[in-house]
């Protein structure tokens, strides 16, 4: 419920500063244009309902923000982007006392009426201070809000997707509202050197005499004193909490490699890692959203308690065991408990997408393996200018890349100008023999559509040989780091390579192994173009009945 209001009123505030921003947009026109729109964008935001959701939005986005410093148990090992979320929350407030104080607290005391081309030139020509410092809280705020959308938005799928999209709207916006801020400022420091404009201007707003100004001057300062009192009482109270804390007992944590560590009772098993300097992944910043810190407890699951609504639903989304847990939500009892991280340390925010865990763990699983090798490729090179060699291996993958992924295809990796897919993760054997046969065709139409157009620019086309086998193998996520994937173990995978390079052998285009064929339920189809062997497979005991195919276009599928 804590995280829902934190993003609900943020999103709130978020939507309040944007639209405001867009009169500021309409200064790089006039200002006219500027005061034009200030009626229209805050009309809905000057009812009481509008008020309430500003006000109400605002203290309780400070008030949770205060609590999160409260809650917090370490500020050692905080990533930069939280620690600048943190501050730029911080200030937020203090930076808004001013324009809070000279607006909204003179319209609501002395009955004024505050305009742009009055705040305009008050800006940029009587307190450019105060103009400096206006354009300083604009930056801050949205930069402290699109912090808090990018925590939230980058453990989403669509994230990769459209996050430059998003990255842009993030800077055109502001880069707009300042710079018509600027135009419209000077349009204003221009007309104010006319007496008669001013005094027309200060008709429509109204006068503040030296008391009045004191008055709110005086306000501003207690708002301010108000605001540091409130995050001194909160960081004492913190301290005390910590302090008490300490008290209750200490925990052994050990951890699978072996490695011991002890703590007082307080910290999660998140904290208790990154204070022992323990790599253990964590994307969200302790939030219990990404999944990524999640650990197995193999000793002492009864010294936590039991996981909260939220980690319950996070834990579904990545299908986990029951004695898995996230590592920033487990605070463990006093006492002995032993865990295993289930994620590498480098893990991203990716990796606690629900498509991309399905098979992190690793499992058995029947599907059918495909490779795929560019046939003479280094004499077809070696003449080549690295840039019209590099041009080419593009085109070539994605012809063959296309291919695969519109049979239902998953794209393992490229080994030079080779391709490794695999067929059947998610839908089984039977469909992914059919999807591996449909695209050899594919691949084959592809690769002579591809030689017909670059027939001015090679001297012979270019030739593939492709290897296909089914069989039992280990699915999971496999790798280090930014080099994570889905892939494929076994003797299954071995055989498929062995298959394709047959293709020499046979001096066929595809070499695929009669237990596709059967899976597939295409066993009987044969032609003058397709003959079928034993062939003995390096590492296997038995021979193989395999088919060479000369031409895999030619396939029935």
Same mark, same amino acid.
């Given at each position: ?48 309902? &509008?008020?309430?959701?500003?006000? &109400? ?17 370490? /500020?050692? &090992? ?10 730029? &929350?911080?200030?937020? $407030? ?14 609501? =005391? ?42 939230? =938005?980058?453990?989403?799928?669509? /994230? ?21 801020? #600027? ?13 008669? #404009? ?37 960081l004492i109270a913190r301290s005390v909490r910590i302090q008490l804390e300490k008290r209750r007992g200490m925990v052994r944590l050990r951890y699978d490699d072996g490695r011991e560590f002890t703590f007082n009772q307080g910290l999660s098993l998140l904290e208790a890692s990154r204070d022992c300097n323990h790599p253990h992944a964590g ?21 936590? $308690? ?9 834990l579904e989304r990545v299908r986990a065991g029951p004695d898995v847990r996230l590592a920033c939500q487990s605070i463990p009892a006093a006492g002995s408990i032993e865990i295993t991280p289930l994620l590498p340390h480098t893990a991203t925010a990716r990796h606690g997408h629900a498509a991309a865990s399905r098979l992190a763990h690793g ?24 840039? *019209? ?27 030079? *100008? ?33 030689? +017909? ?8 086309? =270019? ?8 069989? $039992? ?33 046979? +001096? ?50």
């Open positions: 419920m804590i995280r829902r209001l934190r993003l609900l009123t943020g999103l709130t505030l978020f939507t309040y500063v944007a639209t405001h921003a867009i009169a500021l947009v309409a200064g790089n026109y006039s200002l006219a244009a500027m005061e034009g729109l200030r009626h229209s964008v805050s009309e809905a935001w000057e009812t009481w309902l &509008g008020l309430f959701l500003l006000y &109400g939005a605002f203290l309780t986005h400070l008030s949770l923000g205060l609590y999160a410093i409260y809650r917090r148990r370490r /500020w050692r &090992g905080m990533a930069r982007s939280e620690a600048l979320q943190l501050i730029t &929350g911080l200030s937020v $407030p203090v930076l808004l006392a001013l324009h809070f104080v000279s607006t909204r607290m003179a319209e609501v =005391l002395y009955d004024l009426e505050p305009t742009y081309p009055w705040i305009m030139a008050i800006y940029l020509k009587y307190d450019t201070v105060a103009g400096v410092r206006q354009a300083i809280t604009l930056l801050t705020v949205w930069l402290h809000g699109c912090l808090g959308l990018y925590f939230w =938005l980058r453990l989403k799928p669509f /994230w990769p997707r459209w996050r430059f999209v998003l990255f842009a709207g993030a800077l055109l916006w502001p880069t707009l509202s300042l710079t018509g801020f #600027w135009k419209a400022g000077n349009e204003a420091v221009a007309n104010a050197a006319d007496p008669a #404009w001013v005094r027309a201007v200060l008709a429509d707003v109204g006068v503040l005499n030296n008391d009045a100004q004191s008055m709110l001057l005086t306000v501003e300062n207690v708002v301010i004193l108000i605001l540091a009192g409130l995050l001194i009482a909160t994307v969200c910043g302790g939030r219990g959203r990404c999944s990524t810190c999640r650990v197995r407890v193999r000793k002492g699951a009864e010294l936590l $308690p039991p996981p909260s609504p939220a980690e319950v639903a996070v499992r058995e699983a029947t599907i059918a393996v495909m490779f795929c090798d560019l046939r003479g490729f280094t004499r077809v090179s070696e003449d080549r200018l690295p840039y *019209d060699t590099v041009f080419l291996l593009n085109r070539y993958f994605d012809a063959m890349g296309r291919a695969i992924e519109e049979s239902g295809g998953h794209l393992d990796k490229f080994i030079g *100008d080779g391709v490794m897919a695999l067929f059947g993760l998610e839908d089984g054997a039977e469909a992914g023999c059919r999807n591996a046969l449909r695209a050899a065709k594919r691949m084959a139409e592809r690769l002579a559509a591809l030689n +017909s157009g670059l027939r001015q620019d090679l001297d012979q086309p =270019l030739r593939i040989g492709i290897g296909i086998h089914v069989g $039992p193998t280990i699915v999971g996520e496999m790798g280090y780091g930014r080099a994570t994937q889905i892939t494929a173990i076994g003797d299954t995978v071995n055989t498929a390579s062995r298959l394709e390079s047959m293709t020499k052998e046979f +001096s066929a285009q595809l070499v695929v192994s009669r237990a596709v064929l059967e899976t597939a339920g295409q066993q009987d189809f044969m032609s003058e173009a397709i003959t079928e062997h034993e062939a003995a497979i390096r590492g296997r005991q038995r021979p193989l009945r395999v088919l060479a195919v000369a031409d895999a276009a030619a396939l029935p599928v």
